[in-house]
C-alpha cells in the first residue's frame, strides 16, 4: 500500500491492523531445568518446615505463660492438703466411734461381773421404813432402811450399790469388790472419819419431801 492511499485511509479512521505478537523461544536446556522434578511436590508436602523454637504452631493456641504451671501446681498441692485433712477426719471418726463400741462392750462386761458378784448378796430390808437419801449422779436418791442398817450405814460399814435400776445394800467388804469392777455403780459411800456435815442426808430427822426425789 501506497503512502498516500494510507494516509488517506488514516485520515478517513481506519486503523492500521494489529501486529501479531511473538512468543519469546525458550532455550530448551533452560526449560528442563525449571520443570518440577517428579516427587518433590509430594516430599515437600510430606515433610513440611519445621517451625522455629518457641514459636506456635498453625492451628495451634498460644500457650499461657510460664505462671500458669505454677498456678496448676499449687491448685494440685492445696486439693493434696484437702484430700489429706478428708481422710484424717474420717480416721478420727472412725476411732471416735471404735472407742465408743469398745466403751460400751466393757460397760456390758463389768455389769454382768457386777451381777455376779450381788446375786443373793443383798441386806434390803422389805419391812424396812426409814428412808435413807444421798446424792447421786447429781439427783437425790434414797433407800429404805432399819434403824441399825442405818447406824451402820453412816459409819460406813454398809453402802449402796446401783444395778439396773435398783440400790442394793451391801457390806463394806463387798462393795469395795463391786468398785474394784465397776466404780460407777457405787451409790454411797460413807467415809466415817468425814465430818457429819459433809453428808446432809445422815440424820434421818432431816427427810427430804418425796416429790424432790428422782
Known amino acids: 500500500m501506497s503512502d498516500s492511499l494510507r494516509d488517506q485511509l488514516l485520515g478517513l479512521g481506519f486503523k492500521p491492523p494489529a501486529r501479531p505478537e511473538r512468543k519469546p523461544v525458550q532455550d530448551p536446556a533452560r526449560k528442563s531445568a525449571n520443570r518440577p522434578r517428579p516427587g518433590a511436590g ?16 498453625r492451628h495451634e493456641k498460644p ?14 498441692d492445696l486439693a493434696k492438703a484437702y484430700a489429706i485433712r478428708a481422710q484424717k477426719e474420717k480416721d478420727d471418726r472412725i476411732e471416735a466411734e471404735r472407742l465408743k463400741q469398745e466403751q460400751a462392750r466393757q460397760r456390758r462386761e463389768a455389769k454382768a461381773r457386777l451381777a455376779a458378784l450381788l446375786d443373793g448378796k443383798a ?5 424396812a421404813e426409814i428412808a435413807r437419801h444421798f446424792d447421786y449422779g447429781g439427783k437425790i436418791k434414797r433407800i429404805h432402811v432399819n434403824e441399825a442398817q442405818l447406824k451402820a450405814l453412816n459409819a ?7 444395778l439396773d435400776g435398783r440400790y442394793l445394800l451391801v457390806e463394806a467388804a463387798l462393795l469395795a469388790q463391786a468398785e474394784a469392777i465397776f466404780a460407777a455403780a457405787v451409790a454411797l459411800k460413807v467415809d466415817a472419819a468425814a465430818p457429819v456435815q459433809d453428808d446432809p442426808y445422815a440424820d434421818p430427822r432431816f427427810q427430804v419431801p418425796d416429790d424432790l426425789v428422782w
Open 42 to 57: 509430594t516430599r515437600a508436602a510430606e515433610h513440611p518446615r519445621k517451625p522455629a523454637p518457641g514459636a506456635p504452631r
Open 63 to 76: 500457650r499461657p505463660p510460664h505462671h500458669g504451671k505454677r498456678g496448676t501446681r499449687e491448685d494440685i
Open 123 to 127: 441386806l434390803n430390808d422389805p419391812a
Open 156 to 162: 460406813g460399814e454398809l453402802g449402796v450399790v446401783q
